[in-house]
């Protein structure tokens, strides 16, 4: 019998990787192998080599390197970071070069000058974690570096890793620069909901076109879209998963922030008259890829290749659901493409609260006079001129969103997005209480993970003076989609709610939230009327000098028409509250 001695040691081990490798080099191959090269060159390589450490393998964009010591290990790390956020400084994050590092210190198994074991395991595992830019370090590296190294840890607990038995407890070491995501507040995450969660993140447009951005947009809203009419998923909502737009991320810090067990990613390629799209799907706590595919085809299948994503990845995340509810999510908006760019373009105009956005809502409906959301988001795109300024529209645009209102509530059937725009333009500017009650149940009752759908039923509920519903939709919403532009409104719409229900010191609060955000007619009004009732009568007078200031031509008789709630001794008791306030009659 040969008797064969297995060579270990106790080391310390050096994982690093190129954050979206993939990506990168499907942008483009040159650069990147070029700019990898380079960065390996002047400054990857000669840390190592000042800091004593030996290169044990190279995989393409990663490296594996062991140190004598913990201290060279996460020095190294941290002179390589820093050096790296240095050189892409404020170069664009489609086109930069972030590592993401992990350390540990371990026993390793010697073969072949290779390296070994579940210490070289930890040390991978925990680069996977790491945010871009940063570097991650086991408990056992910190012990050993604590007190020697002038840099601030942040503990992450406990880590569940692949594939290794035991929780690892893990530190966060953040380098100057670092492209990552700052820890939000103590006890601001939300928690997970108790079924599949999941967000989905603006896809890359890989195009080469700018002109082409509201394309890829257009086709995140509609998986959102189409994910969210599953009742048994918790889907964030698209204003929510667009904040991390343009930004390199860390998809952990995603999940903690939105409060998911998911994150879909991906990337539309539009050429000519094809299209490509790329999604993957991750869970978010491990950084674990659990699916991954491409679909291909014409420009006119375009809503045949969001179905299949859709259905490859509620499939997946959710298995028990019958095909049956995949294929009643299969609605589309339109056939006729061109009218559907027209759309898209407007609602990207609506996001950015551009004036465009009405004229582009026309030429979609030009093109598909049965466009059911265009008819709505024209609609929709009146209706803020009012809310804004607090200044009742001319009568023919208030005639104008009402017919189209109409027009969107006969054509919507079971789409939820366009009923619940349409009932709330005919509630707020038709007066038409019941009818878009009616319609924003039913919208919410198609689709109960639409957030824009809550948005809508809260102010319908306000506006007929429901202002327990009103407010356990403003919740509701702001549950579905925590970042979501909207908020303001909400907050704004709450304070009203409050307001009726005589809650005024929460009624304070919430307006004080959107006047942070956006101090306008809304949410001033809101703040004055309840901190008058509330007994703070400097307060609201402040609050009125500033609503002056904000549109001078707003005065306490405009409340009627600009919180037309339905119950008229409502109505009053609001401009009494603002007239006394201060706010000239």
Not at 8 to 13: H, K, P, Y
Not at 187 to 211: C, R, T, W, Y
Not at 294 to 302: I, N, Q, R, Y
Not at 509 to 523: C, E, I, R, T
Request: charge should be negative.
């Amino acid at each position: 019998m040969t008797d064969e001695r297995i060579e270990r040691r106790l080391t310390a081990i050096l994982a690093a990787d190129v954050v979206g490798y993939s990506r990168l080099m499907g942008r483009d191959e040159e650069r990147t192998l070029a700019d990898l090269k380079s960065a390996r060159r002047t400054l990857v390589d000669p840390a190592i080599a000042a800091h004593r450490g030996r290169i044990v393998k190279t995989t393409g964009d990663g490296l594996l390197v062991e140190f004598a010591s913990a201290v060279d290990a996460v020095r190294c790390a941290i002179e390589v970071q820093a050096g790296m956020n240095r050189r892409n400084g404020e170069m664009p994050p489609d086109v930069r070069l972030d590592f993401r590092v992990g350390v540990h210190v371990g026993d390793i198994i010697i073969d072949d000058n290779d390296i070994f074991g579940d210490g070289v395991n930890i040390a991978a595992r925990l680069e996977g974690i790491a945010e871009p830019g940063a570097i991650c370090i086991s408990d056992d590296a910190h012990r050993q570096v604590r007190g020697k190294i002038d840099v601030t840890f942040h503990d992450m607990g406990p880590q569940a890793l692949k594939n290794i038995a035991e929780p690892i407890r893990a530190w966060r070491i953040r380098v100057e620069g670092a492209p990552g995501i700052p820890d939000p507040p103590a006890g601001s995450l939300p928690a997970l909901p108790d079924k599949p969660s999941i967000a989905v993140l603006p896809f890359q447009n890989m195009s080469g076109d700018s002109e082409q951005e509201y394309f890829a947009d257009g086709m995140v809203e509609d998986i959102i879209t189409a994910l969210s009419r599953f009742k048994s998923l918790f889907v964030i909502a698209r204003n929510s998963s667009f904040t991390y737009k343009g930004k390199a991320i860390d998809i952990r810090s995603v999940g903690r922030e939105l409060g998911v067990r998911y994150v879909l990613e991906g990337s539309v390629r539009k050429a000519g008259n094809r299209v490509r799209i790329t999604a993957q799907l991750i869970e978010a706590a491990t950084n674990r890829h659990l699916w991954a595919d491409k679909f291909d085809g014409a420009l006119e299948d375009v809503f045949d290749l969001q179905d299949q994503v859709t259905s490859a990845v509620v499939g997946l995340i959710a298995p028990r659901l019958e095909m049956a509810e995949i294929e009643r999510a299969r609605q589309k908006p339109t056939e006729k493409l061109d009218s559907y760019d027209h759309y898209l373009r407007g609602m990207t105009a609506v996001y950015r609260r551009s004036s465009e956005a009405y004229d582009l809502f026309k030429k979609a409906i030009e093109r598909d006079p049965d466009y059911a959301a265009a008819h709505a988001m024209l609609a929709w795109s009146l209706l803020i001129q009012q809310a804004m300024s607090g200044l009742p529209l001319p009568e023919e645009s208030r005639v104008e969103a009402i017919r189209h209102a109409r027009t969107a509530s006969r054509l919507a059937d079971e789409d939820a997005f366009a009923l619940a725009r349409a009932g709330h333009v005919l509630t707020y500017l038709g007066r038409e209480y019941d009818l878009g009650a009616s319609m924003v149940e039913q919208a919410v009752g198609f689709n109960p993970n639409l957030a824009t759908a809550w948005y809508s039923r809260g102010w319908v509920m306000l506006l007929c003076a429901e202002g327990t519903l009103s407010v356990e939709s403003f919740e509701r919403m702001l549950r579905l989609s925590p970042l979501d532009p909207l908020k303001i409104g909400a907050w704004s719409g709450m304070s009203w709610s409050l307001f009726l229900l005589e809650r005024y010191e929460e009624g304070r609060a919430a307006a004080l939230k959107a006047v942070q955000q956006s101090p306008d007619a809304h949410s001033l009004a809101a703040l004055a009327a309840n901190t008058m009732r509330g007994g703070q009568a400097a307060e609201a007078q402040k609050a009125v000098a500033r609503l002056l200031k904000v549109n001078p031509d707003f005065r306490a008789a405009l409340a009627r028409e600009a919180f037309p709630v339905r119950l008229p001794e409502e109505r009053e008791r609001i401009v009494a509250a603002l007239r006394e306030a201060g706010l000239p009659d």
